[in-house]
């Protein structure tokens, strides 16, 4: 549970984070060939150029994902996040909530962070969240 534990183990010291921006292409049929190949260049155009890397780094002030890009990111909390992925001290964030997580799960946190429910509701809130849905399969 990524809220702060009284516990020391291999993650203490580390960061939980992960990808916060994520791009798909669309392959249904309300999508033309014409449309994704336009999708797949913009993509392309974010990686690879130089203007899409500076995008990325600097006017958006976020972490590249990829290795190519070595604009620096102009964002203090962007560059102090990617001390912990340089260090190797970033716990990779879990990427199967299903789409009602935030909404249900966040009002949890959100009366436990206002004192309304203490730390053990919280975490059976939680488990009673999780033991009534699925993970959505990526």
């Known amino acids: 549970m ?3 534990q009284n516990v020391q183990d291999d993650y203490t010291g580390c960061l939980v984070g992960g990808g916060s921006k994520y791009f798909y292409i669309d392959g249904s049929e309300n999508t033309s060939d014409e449309q994704r190949q336009a999708a797949s260049d913009f993509l392309n155009w974010l990686v ?4 899409g890397q500076t995008l990325v780094s600097d006017t958006c002030g976020m972490i590249s ?5 070595t604009v620096t990111c102009t964002n203090d ?3 102090a996040v990617k001390k912990y992925v340089d260090e190797g001290k970033l716990v990779p964030n879990y990427d199967f909530d299903p789409d009602d997580h935030y909404s249900k799960v966040g009002a949890y946190m959100q009366e436990y962070l206002a004192g309304r429910i203490d730390r053990a509701t919280l975490a059976g809130n939680i488990e009673d969240y999780w ?4 993970p959505v399969e990526r």
Do not use: I, K, M, Y
């Open 2 to 4: 990524p809220v702060p």
């Open 48 to 51: 690879d150029s130089e203007d």
């Open 65 to 69: 994902a990829f290795s190519n890009n």
């Open 77 to 79: 909390l962007g560059n």
């Open 131 to 134: 033991s009534s849905t699925t």
